[in-house]
């Protein structure tokens, strides 16, 4: 259970990342994309929160 919290947390954190990276705001209007550290950080809230889920 904490190994499945754990795999959710970094992959939700990689993909935020990625979102970032690929999709993420140039303008630095987009709260959400224009920040890595808040793309990062809210993709491992939905990551663990997906982890628990399933």
């Known amino acids: ?3 499945r919290l ?3 947390i970094v992959g ?3 993909l ?3 979102v970032y990276h690929f999709i993420g ?4 209007t987009c709260p ?3 920040n890595p550290w808040i793309s990062a950080i809210i993709g491992m809230v ?5 982890s628990r889920a399933i």
């Open 25 to 28: 705001c140039s303008s630095g």
């Open 1 to 3: 259970m904490i190994v």
């Open 12 to 14: 939700g954190g990689l």
């Open 46 to 50: 939905f990551g663990a929160l997906l």
């Open 32 to 34: 959400l994309t224009s």
């Open 16 to 18: 935020g990342y990625g």
């Open 6 to 8: 754990i795999i959710g």
